[in-house]
């Protein structure tokens, strides 16, 4: 790898890595409501990304604007649907994730991450026409018996893993239908959004507002270093490395969440589980066996 890229898979390697770490300030937040965290996290983190583009990235906003502004009515329409239907998405994901990681297992959410991406290729082929080989549907069917193993021990987890998964999997589709917009700035349109959606159902529904430090504290790391900062981070990664690189990094995330959850919260984790989750490492290594085989090539080229 070249040293000019070498802090661009930095970038990406640690925002995965943070991304990992998730659940230990949400196992922190336990004894809150799931909405009542969801509420607070999107609330900080449109007052933290507005300052952050405001701040720094006012050129990039100017540009998102001048295109909207240039685009046809029937343009703007179709954009607006896509920032709503990913939102819808988004938040869904946001929420089903903080709910599982507190009230069903910290499994359940790793679990979701790691096969994420292969739903996410799955809905690119079904939704997209995106062409997928004949090693990569065979890497989904081993996907597919890696999640039946893990049901048959624990059908509510694999349900919880499969909703989480698929809500971000089809965010991503949404994602890459959107273009022409930056990518942080399109993610603040729709914290905003997000925002608004849930404002009823805050204004109708909430608790009182939380006054304990200790809520705030974990909010605001839930909001800046697990939202906004990873986010950058593989932002930048994008710049300087292929995204079929930051492909294969994402798998970071999944691998510290369980290592996380078995060894720093002790989660059990039984022998059905182990021959499910081998199964899916199968899957994932035949899925991107293209791109492991072009890596190892380049080292030996330049060994």
């Not at 943070?18 to 996290?41: C, D, H, T, V």
């Not at 349900?159 to 589709?173: D, E």
């Not at 204004?203 to 974990?218: R, T, Y």
Request: net charge positive; glycine share 6%.
């Amino acid at each position: 790898m070249a040293k000019s890229n070498v802090r661009y898979f930095l970038a990406g390697f640690l925002s995965f890595a943070i991304w990992g770490m998730f659940s230990i300030p949400l196992r922190n937040l336990k004894a809150y409501p799931s909405q009542e965290i969801l509420y607070y996290r999107i609330f900080v983190s449109l007052v933290c990304i507005w300052l952050a583009i405001l701040l720094f990235r006012r050129k990039e906003l100017r540009c998102d604007v001048d295109f909207l502004a240039s685009s046809t009515a029937s343009e703007r329409i179709r954009i607006g649907l896509q920032i709503l239907v990913s939102t819808l998405l988004l938040t869904g994901n946001w929420y089903t994730y903080i709910y599982a990681v507190n009230h069903v297992s910290l499994q359940s959410g790793a679990f979701a991450y790691m096969v994420c991406p292969l739903i996410t290729a799955f809905g690119g082929f079904i939704l997209l026409n995106e062409q997928l080989s004949r090693l990569k549907l065979i890497s989904l069917g081993i996907a597919l018996l890696s999640v039946i193993l893990l049901g048959t021990g624990s059908l509510i987890e694999v349900l919880w893993s499969v909703v989480i998964a698929t809500l971000y999997a089809l965010y991503l589709i949404m994602q890459r239908k959107m273009q022409h917009l930056d990518k942080l700035n399109l993610l603040a349109f729709q914290i905003v959004l997000a925002a608004i959606l849930i404002l009823p159902f805050y204004l109708s529904k909430h608790n009182a507002v939380p006054i304990e430090p200790w809520f705030w504290g974990n909010i605001i790391i839930v909001a800046v270093v697990f939202t906004i900062v990873p986010l950058f981070l593989s932002l930048y990664a994008l710049i300087g490395i292929p995204s079929s690189s930051l492909g294969i990094i994402i798998y970071i995330n999944p691998i510290i969440a369980f290592a996380v959850a078995i060894l720093y919260f002790g989660e059990h984790l039984d022998s059905g589980k182990m021959i499910a989750y081998a199964f899916l490492a199968v899957s994932v290594i035949v899925f991107n066996w293209g791109m492991l085989k072009d890596i190892l090539t380049f080292k030996r080229k330049i060994s």
